[in-house]
Every structure is written in structure tokens, then in C-alpha cells.
């Protein structure tokens, strides 16, 4: 077999590895004695001591050894790859003598020209273009189409990078998506620090604008109120020209004047001249509109917001930059220390919007600096696609070629054709629009998760779903960043017809048979590039949607571009298997689609595939929690005291037991009793090993439903420590950052119980740590985001502290005035596992200096201003913090109550006592005041201050 090695290892550092190569490459598995330690890992032996981890693959049937790691002195535990603290006996592992008995996983591609590869969530190895690509230096400019590896070639790339790094893009779910490539199979960078954000998030990093965002939803119900006559009535143009032409391209402006707006060239805006006006007459009436439903444009703010940003990045990467405006592309670059320091990739070919972008733009915009040299060497191409089948790519080469016989080329870069590598075949099927056809495809696809249904607009889409069942039929601009095994395209002709024979217009099948060349338009006054970019962009955009097959659908199919594509007989047949996917698919694909915002078709598969459903219960929150209170306190009623009773107990609210005792409830006075009744009541189905009591809940009403005490199952199997439940759930799509009543999330949950029961942080915690750990959360300090990465020592601090403040935090108030010390956290994680925390992290030296580093009054790089300390060695939370619960911002001291600090007995496990002396409670109260002084007094100070 082949032998090839991972690009981190550091080759000179391993003893005997040239040795071990050539067993490998001679299939001598005795004599490298080799044993397998986990899933698709083996190690083999470089001496007594020392060894080597590595993988076994196969591509186009022929075998390769993927050597990943160096393991020193037998140190598994080290590993990235295995899991953490793994205690392997090695003489209890048999050995594997012949690779014959082991069975290799698929590559999709390895390059034979060379023996390194590069790893994220997946093996890596480029090709030639792009391995060139890998060994440039930055600036670069780096366009491929869908499926090229641009994505994975930047974050390559990115791992070189020292210092403060951003990766930024406009989708919030490709920078989520791009984090966790990044640093998949436990990847660390200690040269690096890395911040992943989206282009809202980047904005908000400089400073969190007041309101929110103008969305085009929102613009359009506006619009539909505003608008008078029929001129000037398309919604989707105007908001595009207001964002693309008159506040995107300026970088000296917020918006161009309207003497600038109407002195435009021909080829600048998609608007008449004889419209102008009248375009620029309804843009100061959506200024106002942004004004008085306290909305803003993120272009507007992006330019307002150039004063007020510092430079901060020593490396950026702008990933589908084609998607920003030229003002949101200058503030990310402004935000380098050294200008030339960037990488950008994008497809212009892959705008669905009219935002007049081109590569020419970027270079003018950007490349007039002498220290960047030549705007063309900067500029690298990748045209091979591994996603789309041969069949697909084809069509879409041919859209490519009507696209730039018609209109010439935008810019030299985007003249390119795409090269299929895939090696999944597939087809293009022409169909006819009759209700055969549509039955027989929908019978046959509605129950699947791997066939989408693609339409232009908006409009169209209630036509679709009258003969597709399916919940996946998408609009262009949702559609944009999906990808389906299968693609039904549905009238995304008909209804434009006269679009699309205006973009055929003049285009023959002889053109379609020579190279793609670059040439200008040849009537500088025709605007139609301008006008119809949008619509041969969307087709090209749907089509490459498609990995495998296409099936195509126009009710007016006799149309010269479908002729051109060489589709001009449709078939009134249809043969195609049964595809039918599991509930635990759809489970799955609903969870997936809401993590890209595709609310929609998310609730379209709860209800109609899932057929989830509403709770028929009260959930004590908010109002219902007040009602209960005068019910039980107030008016003495039995039922709500008993409510309430096992409420308090949930949430160890000692305000709430102190309450009943007084209101005479006798089962007050034996909480430890109370308490083995509430589990047996309402959490019997979480005390199994098994998960399928709680997972047939979860089928009738969704991973995220509310029990009556307003928490999800997540929460309630983080609370009991069940590992299987949690996995379940974990697996169902379940959302780890809702809080519960106290402000807690699963997570916090866990690390509150694992803070008091050695049991639990010893055998549940490691575990139930990695399902629930977020990859980041998000706190705004001084009104600017921050995002702390799972990976930082802050954002364990941060959970830590919160999973702590009804547990530790009302003992410290009361003996001696104080608040969180290093020694709490030095208790509260000594029998923490390593892979939650390592040794080093729990020493109080390394606690301590976290804690002084991050003083909201220090001011100092990498400061993130999460603690305010009320006397030496004791801390609270900043005051001024605020996280981010639900896409709101909400105050720490509004999510977590000083108010509800329930004191904690002595005795660790005996927590829920009612005994707290009179003096005991009466110092608490003095010492919450106190703080709370402090708390309000930082607060105004800092109010005035900005």
C-alpha cells in the first residue's frame, strides 16, 4: 500500500519512521506490529516506547496508510485522535497481521503527485491547482465554483496565520460550518487566535448597532403598504438597488447623493434613466422607515462605523465575498494592521441578488498599492468541482458559455468553465408538465430528504407545493448554499419567459460549441447584463444544487435556452425508485435547515412529516409562575402550594421553601423527601438507561419542549446525568443553548452538578461535557460583541461562574462580604476529567490569573472584561455584560437574580435545608444590597461615560 503523511507532522522529531514506511508500503502489518486502538485507527510500533497512529483508505481500489500522529512513550492519552484519558493495554490488543483484514474507507480523491495530505473534519488532498494555490503567500484572490475546495483551501491556509485571525462571510451557518472544520479532530493552534464570525457579527464586534437589521421580508411588508400605482412595484429590485448601487459601492459616503445617483452610468444601476428619480424619492422614504421602526442597513452602519473601528487582525478571510458590498468589504479589510494580509474567495457566478459585484471592483477597490503588486498575480482559479455529477456540470458549463455569448464576460476572472471530477454519475431529465408526471414524481419523492424542489420567487412556490407534498421546495435566494442528491427545477422558466428568451436572444448551438473567450459586451448602452444577470445566475445557482440528478419541469417548455441546453424533447415518462427516509432523516434534515435559517421548511417537516405538536400542559414561567405564587401564598390553595413546593425544589429556590414554611405547607420540612417524589413524578422516564421513553416525547412534541418547570429534556438529562438520554438528544438536534428558569443552559447544568457530586464529575461529566459544550458563546462588553470559543479558557470561566452563583456565591455573601475566589474554582473542578479540563488549567495560580486578566477595568489586548472584583481576590461578573439568549441581549444580572440566591448548607448534599438563621438571612440581604449598589452604581457610571 501507499504511505502518505499528515502536512502537520513534524518528520524530523520521529525515530525510525522511514523503517516503518516500508513495512507499511510492503503490507508487513507483523513486523510494524500493528493493532488497532479506534474507530478506522490503528498504531504501529517505532520502538519500545514510541508510536505512530495512522488510517486506512482506498481510492479507486487501491489501498493507502494515512499516518496522522506521532505518539511519544506509549502517551495515548495526548492524542488527538483517541479519546482523551483512554487507557490502552497493549497486550490485551490483538495484532493485525495482513491489511486483507481490515476493510478501508473511500477517499473521494487523492492526488498521486504527492505524499502529503491535509486533515479537517475529513481527509484532505489537493489537487495540483490547488496545492499551488496552498503554497502562495497572501494577498490572494481565490475564485472557484460550487464544490471547487475554496472553502477548504482558505481554512488550510488560515492555519498558517499568526496571531489575531478573522474568518468572516455573510451566512451565519457557513461560519458555524467552517469553525467546526476547523478545528475538528481537536485541532489547537497556540500562534493563533482565531475569531469565526458572520458579517452581522463582525459589525457588532465594533459595536452593537441600536435596533435591528433591515431584512428584505421586512422591507417588503413595508413596501406593500407604501406602494402606489404599478410603476416601480417590484419589491425585490428596489431593496437590491438600494443596497447595491446607491449605500454599497461608496466608501466616502453612506449613500450617493441624488444628483450622484441620476449621474450614473449606464452600466451601474438596473434602473432607466427616466426612473431614477422616482427611485431615489422612495430611498429617503425608506430612510426614514429604517428610522422610525428603529431598523438600520448594515451598509449605512458600515460606513458610519469606519471611524469608530481600530485595527485589530493580523490575517483575514473573506469566504463568499461575492455576497458583500464593496463599503462591507472595505471595513473588514480596514480592520487589518497590514493591508495586504487577506485572502478572499467567491464565484460572481453564484449572485443571486443584483449587487453589481465583479472582480474588477475588488482590484480597483484594493490592489491600486504598490506593496500589492500586480492585481493579476494576486488572482487564482479553481475550476475543478468534486460535488456536481459529470451530467449536471455539463448543463451548467453550457448556462456559463449562453451567459457569456450573450452578455460577454463581467471581468476576465469570470470567464471560466467547471471540470467535473465527480465520480458519482447521474442524469438531467426534460420532463413534461402534465399531472401524470407530477404525481408519479411526487409519489415517489415526498417521503425523502434527498430531493428538493427549486423556484424562482416567492410567488411560485404556492403553485409548487399544490403538486409537491414535500416540505423542500425553496425559493432561488433559499435555495442559495443547499445541495440535494436530486433537484426538481419547476417552471424556473415559464414563469420568467420572456427573461430568458431575451438571454437566448442571438445565442446558437455553434456558439455553444467553441471555448468560453473573454470579450466585452458589444453594445455599451445595453443594459441587459445588468437586468438579467439575476436570472442566469439563479439558474446556474439551482442547477448546481443538484449532486446527482436534475429533473426539470416548464410548462412552456418549447423555449429556444432549453433548446440551446439541448433539452427541447421532454419525456412523459418517468422511471424512478421509491426513496423513502426515515423519521430520524428528517429529524435531522429539520435541525439542519434551521441552522441555516430555513425556518420554514423546518416547521413544514415538524408538523407535516414528524406531525409534532404543542403541549397540552401550563408551563410555570413569567406570568404563570406569578399567578401560582398568589394562588399558593396568597390565596392558600393546596394543588398550587404543591406546585410550587416541587417548582422550588427543581430550581433549589430557598426564597420559595422559606415561603411555604411560612405559609405552613408541611411538606416543606422534608424537602429530602419532596424530592425523591418529584423524580418519581414528573422525571421517572430519565432514570433509564435506555432513551426511549424520553425520545417518544420528543417524537410527539420536538427535541425543545418545556416540561411544566419551563425546562427542555436536554436540561433535565444534564440535571440527572444521563448520558444516553443526552446522546439521544444530541442526535434528535437538540439546542444546547436554551436557558432554563435560573438562566442556566444544559451545559451549565451539568457543570453545576458535577461542582457538588464527585460521582457525577468523575464518570458523567467528560461525556456529557462534549454533547453539550457549544462551540462559542456570545457576551457583549463596553456595547461590541465578543465571541469566547469553546476552546478558550474565558468561555469555561464564564459557564463555570454562572453554573456556580446560586451554589457558592450566598456563603461568600454572607461570612464575609465577598464574592467567586480562585479557590472556589479549584474545589469546584478538583475531580474534573481531564478532557474537560487538564491538570494545568486547575491549578490556582492559572485560575487566578484568568480571573485579574479579565477585570472589566483593565485595559488590555485580549481582555474580555468579564469580571468586576469587589475587593482582592473576589469576583463577580461585569455588571455592564450581556449575553446573547434567544438572538436578544440580555444583562447577566437579568438573566441570573442576586434575588434568588439560595443558601447553601454546610453539609454539601443536604443543600435544600431550611435552616438558615434569622442573622444568617438578614446579613445576605445587607450583603445583596451592598453588591447590588456597587452593581447599579458601575452601571450609570458607564451609561454616563458613553
Known sequence: MQVLLYNELNLKSIPALSKLIKFLENDDFHSADVKKVGDNLYRAKLNRSDRILFSIYQHLGKPYALILEYIKNHEYEKSRFLKQNINLDESKIPTIKTPDELKAE?????NPNHQSFNLLDKIVSFD???QSVYALQPPLVIIGSAGSGKTALTLEKMKHAIGDVLYVTQSAYLVKNSRDLYYAHHYENEDQQVDFLSFQEFLESIHVPEGKPVTFQRFQQWFSRYQQGKQLNDAHKLFEEFRGVITGPATDKSWLSREDYLALGIKETIFLQEERDAVYTIFEKYLKFLQENKLYDSNIISHQYLDKLQ?????????????????????????????????????????????????????????????????ENLIRILNTNYRNSPQVTEIANKILKIKNNRFGSIDKESHYLVESNGHTQGEVVFLQDNNHIKQELDKKTKASTHFAVIVMTPEQKPMAQQHFSTPLVFTIQEAKGLEYDNIILYNFLSQEEQRYREISKG????????????????????????????????????????????????????????????????????????????????????????????????ERIRSEILKQKTPDWTVIAGENLEELKQKALAQNNKKAKLELFEYALVYEDRKLLNSLLKADFKPAQNPDKGLQLLQQKHYAAYSFKKPDAVIKQVNLYGPDFRNIFNQTPLM??????????????????????????????????????????????????????????????????????IKLDKHQMEFFMLNMMIALFYRALPEKIIHMAGAFSSQDFVDAVEHFPHSVLPERRKKRA??????????????????????????????????????????????????????????????KEDWWRVDMNERSAEVLEHNKDYIKKQISNIQKNNAKNS
Open 106 to 110: 473511500a477517499l473521494v480523491y487523492v
Open 311 to 375: 485595527a485589530r487582525y493580523d490575517f483575514v478571510i473573506v469566504d463568499e465575498v461575492q455576497d458583500l458590498t464593496n463599503i462591507q468589504l472595505y471595513l473588514i479589510i480596514k480592520s487589518l494592521h497590514q493591508a495586504h494580509d487577506f485572502i478572499l474567495c467567491g464565484d460572481s457566478n453564484q449572485i443571486v441578488h443584483p449587487n453589481f459585484f465583479s472582480w474588477s471592483k475588488v482590484k480597483s477597490l484594493f490592489y491600486k498599492r504598490e506593496d500589492l503588486g500586480s492585481a
Open 507 to 602: 445565442v446558437t448551438l455553434e456558439d455553444l460549441e467553441k471555448d468560453i473567450k473573454f470579450s466585452r459586451a458589444k453594445d455599451k448602452t445595453d443594459k441587459s447584463l445588468e437586468i438579467y444577470k439575476f436570472y442566469i445566475n439563479s439558474l446556474y445557482v439551482a442547477l448546481t444544487r443538484a449532486i446527482k440528478n436534475l429533473y426539470w419541469i416548464e410548462s412552456a417548455p418549447k423555449q429556444k435556452l432549453l433548446n440551446l441546453l439541448g433539452l427541447d424533447n421532454a419525456r412523459d415518462t418517468l422511471e424512478i425508485a421509491d426513496n423513502n427516509s426515515s423519521l430520524d432523516d428528517w429529524r435531522q434534515e429539520a435541525h439542519k435547515l434551521e441552522l441555516q435559517g430555513k425556518q420554514e421548511q423546518a
Open 716 to 785: 433535565v438529562a444534564a440535571w440527572t446525568g444521563n448520558i444516553g438520554v443526552i446522546q439521544a438528544l444530541f442526535e434528535q438536534g437538540a439546542d444546547t443553548e436554551k436557558v432554563d428558569e435560573n438562566g442556566f443552559t444544559a451545559l451549565q447544568i451539568a457543570l453545576s452538578q458535577a461542582s457538588r457530586d464527585q460521582n457525577y464529575a468523575s464518570k458523567k461529566l467528560a461525556e456529557t461535557y462534549r454533547l453539550l459544550e457549544p462551540t462559542s458563546i456570545s457576551i457583549q462588553v463596553d456595547g461590541r460583541l
Open 846 to 907: 492559572y485560575l487566578s490569573s484568568i480571573l485579574a486578566k479579565n477585570e472589566f477595568s483593565k485595559d488590555a489586548k485580549n481582555n474580555r472584561k468579564l469580571f468586576f472584583r469587589i475587593k482582592r481576590g473576589h469576583y463577580l461578573f461585569n455588571p455592564n455584560l450581556a449575553l446573547k439568549v434567544n438572538d436578544e441581549w440580555v444583562n447577566i444580572y437579568d438573566l441570573l437574580s442576586i434575588d434568588k440566591l439560595a443558601y447553601q448548607h454546610e453539609k
Open 128 to 130: 495540483d491547482s490547488q
